[in-house]
């Protein structure tokens, strides 16, 4: 308990998540930027910092160290 942000609307989150997973598949986006994997670390490290309270950013460092 206590890893997520309390006052975040989960419906408009999820949506904003949505839209930016799409950027991975985009044709138009995917050519002229980072390849593949690189976006959709950085895609995951922006959204966990944007929904998580410190103790949930720790336990995500904690856990991603390999990814990251």
């Keep these: 308990k206590g890893y997520y942000r309390k006052d975040l609307n989960i419906d408009i989150v999820a949506a904003i998540y949505v839209h930016l997973i799409n ?24 959204h966990i910092h944007a929904i998580c309270t410190a103790k949930g950013q720790e336990l995500f460092a904690a856990k991603s160290k390999h990814l990251i």
């Design 23 to 46: 950027l991975v598949i985009d044709p138009e986006f995917v050519g002229k930027g980072p390849d593949t994997r690189v976006l959709h670390l950085e895609i995951i490290k922006y």
